[in-house]
């Protein structure tokens, strides 16, 4: 009987640590602000936009996606992608890059796009 508490003990322990460990791993901050972003040693989220005015560039022999973004207060930064372009990429109203910035510009490990709303359309055709 004491050594199915002493298991019991042992199982409960180890759930814990582990969902402590993925809960401070889970921490990555968003960040607007490209100068911030520049400044950090440690990967976060970078939201902006897309600057449609420099053209995207697909590497088919590196695997690799770039483009530039632009934050709120209208700073820049490279973005390098190691995959394909995302779909509708170039319908996104916002992006939201997921690495860090080393090397003069930001390595992402994860883009999201967030385009416009088909519902949004059709509330402004309905008004």
């Known amino acids: 009987m004491k ?22 791993q889970s921490n990555i901050q968003y960040e607007s602000n490209f100068q911030n972003v520049m400044t950090k040693d440690k990967v976060c989220k970078a939201t902006g936009s897309w600057v449609k005015t420099k053209n995207y560039e697909v ?5 690799t996606f770039s483009f530039f973004m632009m934050d709120d207060k209208g ?3 490279k973005v390098v992608y190691d995959g394909t372009i995302p779909n ?6 916002s992006v939201v890059v997921t ?16 385009c ?7 509330k402004i055709k309905s008004s």
Request: hydrophobic share 40%.
């Open 3 to 24: 050594n199915k508490y002493i298991f019991g003990g042992i199982i409960i322990t180890v759930f814990l640590a582990i969902m402590v460990y993925l809960f401070t």
């Open 99 to 114: 690495g860090q910035f080393k090397d003069g510009y930001f390595h992402a490990r994860d883009i999201l796009t967030k």
């Open 75 to 77: 700073n820049e930064m």
């Open 116 to 122: 416009p709303s088909k519902y949004q359309d059709e």
């Open 59 to 63: 590497d088919k022999v590196n695997r």
């Open 88 to 93: 509708n990429f170039e319908s996104a109203k």
